[in-house]
Nanobody
Framework: QVQLVESGGGLAQPGGSLRLSCAAS????????MGWYRQAPGKQRELVAQ???????TYADSVKGRFTISRDNAKNTVYLQMNSLKPEDTAVYYC?????????WGQGTQVTVSS
């Protein structure tokens, strides 16, 4: 069982920045695939970014060049740096991990981009 705890959500102005953090339990964090998904009201949950244990990253086209995913295996933590935020980035952001064949989800953190 892996527990994921997100932090760092909140309100930002268009063009602003936020950084999300996700702390994971477990002793083999370095072998987890980690990622961030988001779900806006009335929309399906979508992948935002993903990072493998080797550091390979994948991004949704809508966030490329603005968001950066990273991980600190010593701290069992994955980050999502969000820059140049847009109102359409408003959503609940979920931390996600893949450990072998098992998926785990955090509770979600709200990100609102508004002036």
């Amino acid at each position: 069982q892996v527990q994921l705890v997100e932090s760092g959500g909140g309100l930002a102005q268009p063009g602003g920045s936020l950084r999300l953090s996700c702390a994971a339990s477990g002793t083999i964090f370095g072998r987890y695939v980690m990622g961030w998904y988001r779900q806006a009201p009335g929309k399906q949950r979508e992948l935002v970014a993903q990072i493998t244990y080797g550091g390979t990253t994948t991004y949704a086209d809508s966030v490329k060049g603005r968001f950066t995913i990273s991980r600190d295996n010593a701290k069992n933590t994955v980050y999502l740096q969000m820059n140049s935020l847009k109102p359409e980035d408003t959503a609940v952001y979920y931390c996600w991990s893949l450990v072998g064949i098992y998926e785990y989800w955090g509770q979600g953190t709200q990100v609102t981009v508004s002036s």
